[in-house]
């Protein structure tokens, strides 16, 4: 579980500015979406954790999976034979590695959870339900969120290309407050 980190986000411009931005960064269900200001490609959501597995064995450090502590208490000695525990006990993973592989090739990750916390600064996008609209008015949104660890800085320099690219005259002001760690300030 992680340490949560509250976000207090205000927006304030020209009523015609404000309204182009709410459509630009929020859906029908909620007022901001971190996959809509800055898209993960669809190809990385796969599982983060153990199925790499087969990626490792196929393409990876074999040497690195043949130490670890379960292969050699199953008397696993050789590649052929990591394949061959997979494809008896897991052969979701070596369909997977192909995947993997060519999301790592693409996009230098192999799934959601690397190109999340590079591109966006969290692991998770912002739940529906865990937006609270503090204000809403012709030329001013106000919102107060929670974020894993940190502020999400990859999605504050993505919404200040927004402003830029789509001509917003909008000023933000982002706080984050991290308790856990002890550490708090603005995204500028």
Known sequence: MPN????????????????KLKKLIGTDEQPISFQ??????????????SSILGYEVVYGDVEKVLGYPWVIAAGITTRDGLIQHLENKHPDYLKLAEQYKANLERYGFSDWYGWRIENWGTKWDVGANDIQVVDDSPEYLSLEFYTAWSPPEGIYAALLELFDEHQLDVQATWFYDEPGMQFAGYLS
């Open 36 to 49: 809509k200001i800055k898209p993960m490609p669809l190809d990385l959501d796969l599982a983060s954790g």
């Open 4 to 19: 949560w980190c509250e976000n207090k986000v205000s927006f304030s411009g020209p009523a015609k500015d404000l309204e």
